[in-house]
């Protein structure tokens, strides 16, 4: 069970140039989100998807674009690079069953340098 | 906006030996509350879940939870060196968690041998 994939793993951008982060999952889960931690800080939210079809914005999406166009892939667009994006961008994803929250599996995470 | 703080650490605890990490939250109406470990150059992952005022114990971990005092906090008994890790306290956005978690700094936990 492959869980939730991101590519590339890591990747060096030039200032101005643009990217997209890939992430899918095989869970069949309806709520995707995109986070970036910087060195000694918690998880920030970029965007999150509650199903195909359907994003918002979280905490920080200045420089970033998402679309949702399957239940299973959620890509994260950097347009413009710069060096403030500079982070690990971690996706995640977990399913809309039950009454409390439920786990947020993790990918292994796409490590960005913009030079 | 939900605040979560934790001291970042690092807290350096014995082997063996009991380590206690402490999470307040800011946001009265919480109602889910967690514990994630994170290796360094890793990513995080669910080690704790709580929803009641009270414990809950699971293994070594135990997670306590005082909705009066907006304080929750992780006990982590007989420590091992392979507990090292930052442990990220969270609770759910607004919105009834659609919008997912909001996470604490970390704290950095070192267990020595």
């Known amino acids: 069970n492959a869980g939730v994939t991101q590519t590339p793993k890591f990747r060096i951008l030039k200032i101005g140039q643009s990217m997209t982060l890939q992430c899918t ?4 889960h309806n709520y995707m989100y995109w986070y970036r931690q910087d060195p000694g800080m918690g998880l920030k939210l970029i965007y999150y998807s509650v199903g195909a ?5 979280g905490e920080v999406p200045n420089g970033y674009n998402v679309s949702r166009s399957t239940t299973e892939d959620f890509p994260l667009r950097l347009e413009l690079a710069a060096p403030s994006q500079t982070s690990v961008y971690f996706c995640a994803s977990r399913t809309a069953l039950g009454t409390h929250f439920g786990e947020l599996f993790f990918g292994e995470g796409s490590r960005l340098t913009v030079l | ?7 970042s650490g690092p807290l350096s605890v014995p082997e063996g030996a009991i380590a206690s990490l402490n999470c307040t939250y800011s946001d009265r109406g919480s109602q889910s509350f967690f514990w994630y470990r994170q290796y360094s150059g890793k990513s995080p992952e669910l080690i704790m879940s709580i929803y009641s ?5 699971d ?6 939870l005082n909705k009066a005092s907006q304080y929750v906090s992780l006990l982590i008994r007989d420590s091992q060196p392979s507990d090292s890790a930052t442990y990220l306290c969270a609770v759910p956005r607004p919105g009834g968690g659609a919008d997912g978690l909001t996470f604490g700094k970390g704290t950095h936990l070192i267990i020595q041998p």
């Not at chain 2, 005022?53 to 114990?57: L, P, S, W």
């Open chain 2, 59 to 64: 293994g070594r971990f135990t997670a306590q």
């Open chain 2, 1 to 7: 906006q939900k605040e979560v703080e934790q001291n």
């Open chain 2, 53 to 57: 005022n009270g414990d809950k114990e």
């Open chain 1, 25 to 28: 999952q095989d869970m069949n």
């Open chain 1, 53 to 57: 079809g359907i994003t918002d914005k």
